[in-house]
């Protein structure tokens, strides 16, 4: 605009000159006739300088601009300009406002960094899957996620607002085992607890946290809640209050249980063997009477017993690595047909004795793979013997290997008991097992396909279960098996 005015001054001394010229014109010289033209010369030569000026400073902005691409995020790497003038001066006040150590940001920046702080922990509490709630000093919610809402069957967390969380939580108690038991633990909370554990019956039309199958003596399934609440930091004007969580701790619930049975279990089997051991080398030190071939079968049994205490103790070990994350493979170059054969070779005998039928089909062109030797041996050696010990009498076993693509995959199938859909997700968590009477009459200890699955994934493998109940199962370890390039000859 100040631009148009300048040239718009100099159009119209231009014009006013030549018209003065002309009306003069008789009475000036030659020399004079050039006058009026030399101050117009120069009169456009101080405009054009005054108007490249002018442009100057916006055209340096202009190209600022156009370097960073009008990407917001890249303001930082606009440069301050050396000059005077306003326009300099608020340039340079923006661009020291927009770097990132600015220790004094304006107050629409710090509000706008708090909105967004705020908004992200809106996202993170609507994100997970424990119930979250915050309330005043009197319990009553002033917050809640929608976990929390799904948990006692409502359906906006907009009508929890202003109840007392501690009526709310009672009503957890109409789905307990034991009533009496968890309003006892919700009292506690009233009363400066910080934690309790709650028990529910699956399938109550107010919970519908995931559950899981509980031992037989617990129901048909049960939930197991924990429920925590913490008092609320932050500055002394900050309206006090409690943050309260409520964990689903079903699955961590029944391993504890499961593996306190099991260490309980593997205590009174250790007697076992240890008092036949003490027995049978006491008889030979003491007993004088004793013959050549009795002599030969207590120590087969002591023999028998040693490797009974060597079995439990690598489940124990087992047992503490799985729970620790510290089971580690040793990576070996391996033909899988050989560890194939030794593995049924070993499981062979049981299965003969249990009366059933044992085929092989095991591809003659497997390729070599990487891995441990003795982890995959016992892997293969869990899946068969398992295959044996749930079929009955006059079924079969079925071992089979082949590759497909750029995997190993063999399948143990049986036509034993099988499994229901309910457990086929299951079996394969630590310590447990099927509720079923054809499988409690079986000895084990839940370990074997949690062990095996490990093992397959540390190979970067898996195994997958197929079953149906009464009609026998089929399990499939897979395993990485590339096919190494071959080097040409020249």
């Known amino acids: ?36 033209w030399v101050i117009v010369l120069v009169a456009l030569l101080c405009g054009g300088g005054f108007c490249l000026h002018a442009v100057h400073i916006p055209g340096r902005i202009a190209e600022e601009l156009q370097r960073v691409g009008g990407d917001a995020r890249r303001s930082r790497e606009l440069r301050p300009m050396v000059g005077r003038g306003g326009i300099v001066e608020v340039w340079n006040t923006l661009i020291e406002q927009a770097q990132p150590n600015n220790s004094a940001p304006p107050g629409n920046n710090v509000a706008s960094t708090v909105d967004m702080q705020v908004a992200l922990m809106a996202r993170a509490m609507r994100s997970v899957s424990a119930g979250i709630a915050v ?71 107010s919970v519908v946290a995931s559950a899981a199958a509980a031992p037989d003596s617990a129901g ?87 490797l009974r205490l060597s079995r439990l103790v690598d489940h124990l070990l087992t047992v503490g690595q799985m729970e620790a994350g510290s089971l580690v493979i040793q990576q070996h170059s391996l033909d899988p047909a050989r560890i194939l054969e030794e593995a049924i070779e070993n499981t062979r005998p049981q299965i003969i004795a249990a009366g059933l039928t044992l085929d092989t089909d095991i591809s003659p062109k497997l390729r070599k793979i990487r891995g441990d030797k003795d982890k995959l041996q016992a892997v293969l050696v869990n899946l ?77 493998g898996d195994i997958v279960l197929e079953s149906q109940l009464g009609e026998g199962s089929v399990f499939t370890l897979t395993l990485p098996a590339p096919d190494e390039p071959t080097v040409s000859q020249c």
Request: charged content about 20%; some cysteine.
């Open 135 to 205: 309330t005043d000093e009197r319990f009553c919610i002033q917050a809640a996620n929608g976990p929390l809402a799904a948990l006692f069957n409502i359906e906006a967390t907009q009508l929890l607002r202003d109840r007392n969380i501690l009526e709310v939580l009672s009503e957890l108690t109409v789905t307990s085992p034991n009533p009496k038991e968890s309003i006892a633990a919700i009292e506690r909370l009233a009363g400066g607890g910080r934690a309790i554990t709650v028990r529910m019956v699956c399938g109550a039309s």
């Open 1 to 36: 605009m100040h631009l148009g005015l300048v040239f718009l001054v100099l159009i119209v001394l231009t014009i006013g000159l030549s018209r003065w010229h002309s009306l003069a014109g008789g009475s000036v010289g030659a020399s004079g006739q050039s006058i009026p």
């Open 384 to 460: 068969i013997g398992n295959a044996g010990k749930y079929t009955l009498a006059g079924g079969s076993v079925r071992i089979s290997a082949s590759l497909r693509g750029e995997s190993l995959e063999v399948k143990v199938a049986d036509t034993g008991i099988g499994i229901g859909p309910e457990d086929i997700g299951k079996v394969f968590d630590k310590f447990y097992r099927v509720q079923n009477d054809a499988v409690q009459n079986q000895t084990g200890n839940g370990l074997g396909l949690a062990f095996a699955r490990e093992v397959a994934r540390l190979h970067h």
């Open 220 to 306: 048909p399934c049960e939930t197991v809640l924990r429920i925590s609440r913490t008092r609320l930091t932050g500055r002394d004007s900050d309206e006090p209050g409690y943050a309260w969580l409520l964990q689903d701790i079903t699955q961590q619930s029944l391993a504890a249980e499961a593996r306190d049975k099991f260490l309980q279990t593997a205590t009174h089997e250790l007697r076992t063997p240890l008092a036949n051991l003490r027995a049978y080398a006491e008889a030979l030190s003491i007993e004088s009477g004793v013959s050549l071939e009795e002599q030969k079968e207590f120590c087969n049994i002591i023999t028998d017993e040693t």
